[in-house]
């Protein structure tokens, strides 16, 4: 990622983990996804406010692996260290798909360190009548047509002719999520117990044309976390904050607001 971000790699544990860091102010934490395809360059909006950090997950990105974590829970450990050694105490948490399961996680367990909760489309509740798409069970190939409704907006980001680093990077990123999820690949029947521990300030985004979580989820997380806001796009799909302007400008409005 370029423009207005400083790119800075930090030991944690067995993992080098890279961060992208811009801006002043409060901290906005985002967790990214089960892929890296979609980027981060959206957070720019923000960095004239906050100061943004943009961690790859280990086995994602830029950042290196641990073969030994086997759970998200592992990855709240691991920020754990990380937010340590950026020396940040409290902080907003913002995480898409299975970035938001994993920062309700975090906020759950360790809500004093979280200021506000964004969780854009996040996966990890089970709902037998409206299943999250079991991604593992899904070719490759025909992922980036189900992550947005106009595909024109995921095709800008994709390489006219893939290369094999391009390729090798998707498998890994997929093996790691399989590692991952191997065994709840469509939700955490735990989490759902926990979300009532979500104290902090809590803004649900999701669009109504969602492929890989469903939008009917969206209720299912409001009457599991008190006092969420959830708002629905029309005419979106799993990555509403690139196919809606008015939904990113929806997280900047929320974070800012007192």
Do not use: C, N
Not at 35 to 48: I, K, M, S, Y
Not at 96 to 103: R, T, V
């Amino acid at each position: 990622m370029k423009g207005k971000f400083q790119r800075e790699v930090f030991k944690i544990g067995a993992v080098d983990t890279v961060v992208y860091t811009a801006g002043k102010g409060d901290p906005v934490v985002f967790f990214h996804g089960a892929g890296t395809l979609d980027g981060f360059d959206f957070t720019e909006a923000w960095v004239d406010r906050f100061r943004v950090i943009a961690p790859y997950h280990p086995g994602f990105g830029e950042s290196g692996d641990d073969p030994e974590f086997s759970s998200l829970q592992d990855y709240v450990m691991h920020y754990l260290e990380l937010f340590d050694a950026l020396h940040i105490d409290r902080f907003h948490l913002v995480g898409l798909s299975m970035g938001g399961q994993l920062a309700a996680m975090f906020a759950a367990a360790h809500g004093h360190r979280v200021k506000k909760l964004v969780l854009v489309a996040p996966s990890g509740i089970v709902d037998p009548e409206h299943p999250t798409l079991d991604i593992l069970a899904i070719p490759g190939e025909q992922i980036p047509g189900l992550l947005t409704s106009d595909f024109s907006v995921i095709q800008k980001r994709l390489p006219e002719k893939p290369s094999l680093d391009f390729v090798a990077d998707r498998y890994r990123e997929t093996t790691t999520f399989a590692r991952l999820s191997w065994e709840h690949p469509r939700g955490d029947p735990k989490l759902m117990r926990y979300l009532h521990r979500l104290k902090t300030p809590t803004l649900i985004l999701w669009g109504d044309e969602d492929k890989i979580v469903p939008v009917q989820q969206a209720q299912r997380w409001k009457e599991l976390t008190p006092g969420a806001e959830v708002r629905v796009f029309k005419g979106a799909g799993h990555l509403v904050h690139l196919e809606r302007p008015e939904a990113l400008e929806a997280i900047t409005r929320f974070l800012a607001s007192a």
